[in-house]
C-alpha cells in the first residue's frame, strides 16, 4: 500500500473543504424557481366523476387530418391518454408505457375489443407536432392502425370537455411545462368514464381488466371467459390496480366443501355399518 | 353402545325427566324440540310482524314500534326500531322457524317413520344439530338485550351492515349456528334417506314428503356453505377491518348480493318443497288417492326444482349492473321453474280428483295452501319478467308475493301438519271448536293483511319503509293490513293455546285416525315407542304408501 505523505494531506484538505464551500455558494445561483407544482391535480377524483362523460358531438381532428366526433369511438371500451404533443416530459413516457402494456396484453386487442385514442389538450398542437409525436412512439403496425392521435377541433373544448371528465391541467411557466395527470382513462362503449389507471401502479393485465370493467357487464355470451375474468378481479382503489375477487373464489370453495361434507358422511356410515355386522 | 343400541334402552318411562329429553338421540323427541323452538321464533318474529304493521298504521311516528325491540327507553330512533324489529322478523321466520320447522320438525319426526327406519344414521349428530340450532335462538333473542341491536334486515347487505352501529355479529352467529346446524341435518337425513329404508322399498316407494325432503336437504348442503363463507367475510370487514364488501379497497358489495342470494333463492325451495311434501301426504290420506302422476312429480318437479334452482338467484338483483344476456337468461330460468313447480302443482291438484274428501282442520288449512300457490305463482310471474321486475322491485308488491308463496303457505302447511299427525305425537286430536275458530281468524286475517299490499305495492309503496308520508293516499290500506295482522294475531294465540290443551286433555284418538297407508300410521302405535317399530318393517314389490284402490 503506497503511503500518503503528511504534504498531500496539507493540500487536499484545504481544497476539499474550498470546493464545498464554493459549490454550497454557488447553488443558489443554479437552482431553479421554486416550482408552483400542485400535486393534487395529478390525480383524477375518480369518486366523483366516475360515471361522467365528454359531450358526444365534441369535434376532433386525427393525426391523417379527418374531424371526426368523440361519438364515433362508442360502441366498445376506449382508453383516453390525455396529453400534448410537444411535451418533453411524462407524456411521451405515459405514451410509450402504454404501448408497452398494450404490447402485454394479449387477450384484447385494440381495434377489435376497445379504441385507444391519445387526445391532446394543448391548443398549440398541429398535424405536425401530432405526426411528429405519433412518429416517436414507433408504434406496431397492428397498433399503428388502432390508436388514434387528435386534438380538439373547437379551443373552447379544450377546458370544458376535459373537466367534465375530471381532468384539469395547467401552464406552469416555472417549469415551462403543462401540469397534468398522467393517466389512462377508460371509457364504456357508451362514453362513460369507467376507470382512471395511472401508468406507474399497472400492469399488462390491469389493461384488460379495465377494459373488461369498462364494458360495465355487457359480455355476449361467446364472452363467457371475459366475463369470468371480469367477475374474477375487482378494482382496489387504495392501490391503484386490480386484485383477485376473493369472496368470490371463497364462495366457490364453499359451495364444493357442503358436497365433500356429504361424501365423508357416506364414507363414515358405510364403514360404521360394515363394522357392526361384521361384530354381529 | 351403539346410538341405535342407546336409543333402544333409552326408553321412555312414565312421568317426565327433563334430562331424557335435553340429551335425547330419539329422532321424534328431537323433533318435537325443533318444533317448539321454531314455534318460539314464529311467535316473537310474528309479534315483530304486529309492532311492523303498528308502527304503520299511521303516517309519522307512533314510537309503539321501539317497545316492540324492548326499548322501553326509546335510546334508539324509531327507524332504527323498525329495521331491528325487520331484521328479527325476517331472520327468525326464515332461518329459525320456517326452515327449522320443516326441515327440523317435520323431517325428523316423520322421515324415519316414513322410511320404516328405527332412528336416523347418526342420531347423536341430529341432536347436536338441535343443540346448534337452540343455540342460534338464543343468540338471535340476545337482539333485544343488547344495546346495539342488530338491525340489517334478514340479508345483512353491505355496506350498511358494515357500517351501522348495530351488533353486526349477532347476524352473523345466528347464522353460523343455524347453518352448522343444517348442514349436519342434511348429511344425517341424505345418508337416512339413501341407505336406511325398510327393506324392499325401492325409491319409487317413498312417500313425497321423503322425497321432497331429500330435495330440500341436497339444496341445504350445497348452497349453506356459500352463505356462511359470505356472512364470515362480512364479519371480518366489520371486526378485523378488511375490505371483501368494501369498494374503496378492491372489494365489491354487489358480490354479497350475488352470494347471499345464490343460497337464499335456492332456500325457498328448501322451504316449499318439505311444505308441498306435507299437503301430498295430508291430500292422499284426506282424498283417499294416490298421488296423481308421482313420478311426473319426482322426477320432473323435485328433481327439475334441483336442477334450475342454482340457476335463478340473480332475479332478486336485477337492477343490479349486470350483462343483459346474463339478465334475460335469468329471466328464462325462473320461469323455466315454474314448470317442474306446475308439475307438482298439478300433480297436487290432481289427487283430490274423484277423491273421498274429508274435510278435517289439516285439510282445510291444505285448501288455504292451494289458493295460496296459485296467487303466489301467479304474481311471481310478473316479478320474474325483467322489464316489469323493475317496476315491481322493492316495492310491497313483493312483500306480499312472497309472503303468499313462501310465508302464509309454508306456515300452513306446517300448521296443517301439525294438526295432522298430533295424534301420532301425542295420541289425542287437537281438531276441536277452537282450531276451527283459530283457522278462520289465520285465514281471514292474513288475506286482509296481504292484499292490500299488493294493490299499494302496484301503486308504488316502497318496502322496508317505516314511514310513508310522502304516500297518504295509502294509509286506508295500511289501516286494514294491521286489522288483518291483529286478527291473525288472535288466531295465533287460540291455536296455541288449543294445540297445549289437546295435548293434555284432547280426545283421545286411534293409532290411524285418518285411516293411513303409510308406514307410521300403519306399522306403529300413537305416539311411536323408541326405535319406532314393534317389529322390523318390510314392505313388499307392489306396497306404496298411497295404496288406496286396493
Given amino acids: 500500500m503506497p503511503r500518503i505523505g503528511w504534504k498531500c494531506v496539507a493540500f487536499a484538505l484545504p481544497a476539499l473543504l474550498l470546493a464545498l464551500g464554493a459549490a454550497d455558494a454557488a447553488t443558489p445561483y443554479f437552482r431553479r424557481a421554486p416550482s408552483d407544482l400542485n400535486a393534487s391535480i395529478l390525480q383524477i377524483d375518480e369518486k366523483s366523476f366516475l360515471g361522467r362523460s365528454m359531450d358526444a358531438e365534441t369535434p376532433l381532428i386525427d393525426h391523417t387530418g379527418r374531424t371526426f366526433?368523440?361519438?364515433?369511438?362508442?360502441?366498445?371500451?376506449?382508453?383516453?391518454?390525455?396529453?400534448?404533443?410537444?411535451?418533453?416530459?411524462?407524456?411521451?413516457?405515459?405514451?410509450?408505457?402504454?404501448?408497452?402494456?398494450?404490447?402485454?396484453?394479449?387477450?384484447?386487442?385494440?381495434?377489435?375489443?376497445?379504441?385507444?385514442?391519445?387526445?391532446?389538450?394543448?391548443?398549440?398542437?398541429?398535424?405536425?407536432?401530432?405526426?411528429?409525436?405519433?412518429?416517436?412512439?414507433?408504434?406496431?403496425?397492428?397498433?399503428?392502425?388502432?390508436?388514434?392521435?387528435?386534438?380538439?377541433?373547437?379551443?373552447?373544448?379544450?377546458?370544458?370537455?376535459?373537466?367534465?371528465?375530471?381532468?384539469?391541467?395547467?401552464?406552469?411557466?416555472?417549469?415551462?411545462?403543462?401540469?397534468?395527470?398522467?393517466?389512462?382513462?377508460?371509457?364504456?362503449?357508451?362514453?362513460?368514464?369507467?376507470?382512471?389507471?395511472?401508468?406507474?401502479?399497472?400492469?399488462?393485465?390491469?389493461?384488460e381488466l379495465a377494459v373488461l370493467d369498462a364494458r360495465q357487464g355487457q359480455f355476449a355470451p361467446r364472452e363467457v371467459i371475459n366475463f369470468a375474468l371480469s367477475l374474477c378481479y375487482s378494482y382496489n382503489y387504495q392501490d391503484g390496480h386490480y386484485s383477485l375477487n376473493m369472496p368470490l373464489l371463497i364462495g366457490l370453495g364453499a359451495l364444493t366443501s357442503g358436497l365433500v361434507t356429504f361424501l365423508v358422511f357416506i364414507l363414515v356410515f358405510k364403514i360404521t355399518r360394515r363394522k357392526r355386522l361384521i361384530g354381529a | 353402545m351403539s346410538a341405535i343400541a342407546e336409543i333402544e334402552t333409552a326408553t321412555v318411562k312414565s312421568g317426565f325427566r327433563l334430562s331424557e329429553w335435553?340429551?335425547?338421540?330419539?329422532?321424534?323427541?328431537?323433533?318435537?324440540?325443533?318444533?317448539?323452538?321454531?314455534?318460539?321464533?314464529?311467535?316473537?318474529?310474528?309479534?315483530?310482524?304486529?309492532?311492523?304493521?303498528?308502527?304503520?298504521?299511521?303516517?309519522?311516528?307512533?314510537?309503539?314500534?321501539?317497545?316492540?325491540?324492548?326499548?322501553?327507553?326509546?335510546?334508539?330512533?324509531?327507524?332504527?326500531?323498525?329495521?331491528?324489529?325487520?331484521?328479527?322478523?325476517?331472520?327468525?321466520?326464515?332461518?329459525?322457524?320456517?326452515?327449522?320447522?320443516?326441515?327440523?320438525?317435520?323431517?325428523?319426526?316423520?322421515?324415519?317413520?316414513?322410511?320404516?327406519?328405527?332412528?336416523?344414521?347418526?342420531?347423536?349428530?341430529n341432536a347436536l344439530s338441535l343443540?346448534?340450532?337452540?343455540?342460534?335462538?338464543?343468540?338471535?333473542?340476545?337482539?333485544?338485550?343488547?344495546?346495539?341491536?342488530?338491525?340489517?334486515?334478514?340479508?345483512?347487505?353491505?355496506?350498511?351492515?358494515?357500517?351501522?352501529?348495530?351488533?353486526?355479529?349477532?347476524?352473523?352467529?345466528?347464522?353460523?349456528?343455524?347453518?352448522?346446524?343444517?348442514?349436519?341435518?342434511?348429511?344425517?337425513?341424505?345418508?337416512?334417506?339413501?341407505?336406511?329404508?325398510?327393506?324392499?322399498?325401492?325409491?319409487?316407494?317413498?312417500?313425497?314428503f321423503v322425497w321432497t325432503t331429500f330435495g330440500a336437504f341436497m339444496i341445504q348442503i350445497v348452497f349453506v356453505p356459500v352463505l356462511a363463507a359470505a356472512v364470515t367475510l362480512l364479519l371480518f370487514d366489520k371486526y378485523l377491518g378488511t375490505g371483501f364488501f368494501d369498494a374503496a379497497r378492491g372489494g365489491d358489495p354487489l358480490l354479497y348480493q350475488n352470494l347471499f342470494w345464490f343460497y337464499s333463492h335456492p332456500a325457498v325451495y328448501v322451504i316449499f318443497l318439505p311444505a308441498m311434501g306435507l299437503l301430498y301426504e295430508i291430500v292422499a290420506t284426506q282424498a283417499k288417492n294416490p298421488i296423481f302422476n308421482y313420478k311426473a312429480a319426482v322426477y320432473g318437479g323435485i328433481i327439475g326444482i334441483l336442477v334450475i334452482t342454482g340457476e335463478v338467484w340473480v332475479h332478486h338483483l336485477y337492477i343490479a349492473g349486470m350483462p343483459d344476456w346474463l339478465r334475460i337468461g335469468m329471466m328464462v330460468t325462473t320461469l323455466l321453474?315454474?314448470?317442474?313447480?306446475?308439475?307438482?302443482?298439478?300433480?297436487?291438484?290432481?289427487?283430490?280428483?274423484?277423491?273421498?274428501?274429508?274435510?278435517?282442520?289439516?285439510?282445510?288449512?291444505?285448501?288455504?295452501?292451494?289458493?295460496?300457490?296459485?296467487?303466489?305463482?301467479?304474481?311471481?310471474?310478473?316479478?320474474?319478467?325483467?322489464?316489469?321486475?323493475?317496476?315491481?322491485?322493492?316495492?310491497?308488491?313483493?312483500?306480499?308475493?312472497?309472503?303468499?308463496?313462501?310465508?302464509?303457505?309454508?306456515?300452513?302447511?306446517?300448521?296443517?301438519?301439525?294438526?295432522?299427525?298430533?295424534?301420532?305425537?301425542?295420541?289425542?286430536?287437537a281438531d276441536d271448536g277452537i282450531a276451527k275458530l283459530a283457522f278462520w281468524c289465520n285465514v281471514l286475517g292474513t288475506q286482509l293483511t296481504f292484499w292490500p299490499l299488493f294493490i299499494i305495492g302496484v301503486e308504488g309503496m316502497p318496502r322496508r319503509y317505516w314511514d310513508y308520508a310522502m304516500y297518504p293516499q295509502f294509509q286506508p290500506y295500511h289501516k286494514v293490513a294491521t286489522i288483518g295482522a291483529l286478527i291473525t294475531a288472535v288466531g295465533i294465540v287460540l291455536m296455541m293455546a288449543g294445540w297445549i290443551h289437546a295435548a293434555i286433555r284432547g280426545r283421545k284418538t286411534s293409532t290411524n285416525p285418518w285411516k293411513s297407508r303409510s308406514l307410521e300410521w300403519t306399522n306403529t302405535e300413537s305416539p311411536p315407542g323408541p326405535g319406532n317399530f314393534p317389529k322390523p318393517v318390510q314392505v313388499g314389490k307392489d306396497w306404496t304408501p298411497y295404496d288406496y284402490h286396493r
Fill in chain 2, 131 to 208: 343443540w346448534l340450532f337452540w343455540a342460534a335462538i338464543v343468540v338471535a333473542l340476545l337482539t333485544f338485550l343488547v344495546p346495539d341491536k342488530p338491525d340489517v334486515l334478514w340479508t345483512g347487505y353491505p355496506p350498511y351492515s358494515i357500517t351501522t352501529p348495530g351488533n353486526t355479529a349477532l347476524y352473523v352467529f345466528t347464522v353460523h349456528l343455524i347453518g352448522f346446524a343444517s348442514i349436519l341435518g342434511a348429511v344425517n337425513f341424505l345418508v337416512t334417506i339413501i341407505y336406511m329404508r325398510a327393506p324392499g322399498m325401492g325409491w319409487n316407494q317413498m312417500n313425497m
Fill in chain 1, 69 to 207: 366526433l368523440w361519438r364515433d369511438m362508442f360502441g366498445k371500451p376506449t382508453i383516453l391518454v390525455l396529453a400534448y404533443y410537444t411535451c418533453d416530459g411524462s407524456c411521451a413516457v405515459v405514451n410509450m408505457a402504454l404501448l408497452d402494456l398494450l404490447k402485454q396484453a394479449k387477450r384484447l386487442q385494440a381495434g377489435v375489443d376497445f379504441n385507444v385514442v391519445t387526445l391532446s389538450f394543448d391548443r398549440h398542437d398541429t398535424l405536425e407536432t401530432t405526426g411528429a409525436f405519433r412518429k416517436h412512439l414507433d408504434l406496431t403496425r397492428e397498433l399503428a392502425a388502432n390508436w388514434t392521435f387528435a386534438t380538439f377541433s373547437n379551443e373552447a373544448d379544450l377546458t370544458t370537455q376535459t373537466e367534465k371528465i375530471g381532468f384539469k391541467f395547467f401552464w406552469s411557466p416555472a417549469d415551462r411545462i403543462f401540469l397534468h395527470p398522467g393517466a389512462y382513462l377508460f371509457f364504456s362503449p357508451e362514453g362513460k368514464l369507467a376507470r382512471v389507471l395511472y401508468q406507474q401502479e399497472i400492469e399488462g393485465k390491469d389493461i
Fill in chain 2, 337 to 429: 321453474i315454474s314448470v317442474p313447480v306446475g308439475l307438482m302443482v298439478i300433480s297436487l291438484w290432481g289427487t283430490l280428483y274423484k277423491g273421498a274428501i274429508t274435510y278435517n282442520i289439516a285439510m282445510r288449512y291444505v285448501v288455504v295452501c292451494m289458493f295460496l300457490i296459485l296467487v303466489g305463482g301467479l304474481t311471481g310471474i310478473p316479478l320474474a319478467i325483467t322489464s316489469l321486475n323493475l317496476h315491481l322491485s322493492e316495492t310491497s308488491f313483493v312483500h306480499a308475493h312472497f309472503h303468499f308463496i313462501m310465508g302464509l303457505m309454508a306456515t300452513y302447511s306446517l300448521f296443517a301438519a301439525i294438526y295432522f299427525w298430533f295424534p301420532k305425537m301425542t295420541g289425542r286430536s
Fill in chain 2, 22 to 125: 335435553v340429551f335425547t338421540t330419539d329422532h321424534k323427541r328431537i323433533g318435537i324440540l325443533y318444533l317448539i323452538g321454531s314455534m318460539a321464533a314464529f311467535l316473537v318474529a310474528g309479534l315483530m310482524a304486529l309492532g311492523i304493521r303498528i308502527e304503520q298504521t299511521a303516517i309519522g311516528e307512533s314510537g309503539l314500534i321501539n317497545y316492540f325491540v324492548l326499548d322501553f327507553s326509546r335510546s334508539i330512533s324509531t327507524g332504527t326500531a323498525y329495521n331491528v324489529a325487520l331484521y328479527f322478523h325476517g331472520a327468525a321466520m326464515i332461518l329459525a322457524f320456517l326452515i327449522p320447522g320443516l326441515t327440523g320438525f317435520a323431517a325428523n319426526y316423520l322421515v324415519p317413520l316414513m322410511l320404516g327406519a328405527r332412528d336416523v344414521a347418526f342420531p347423536r349428530i
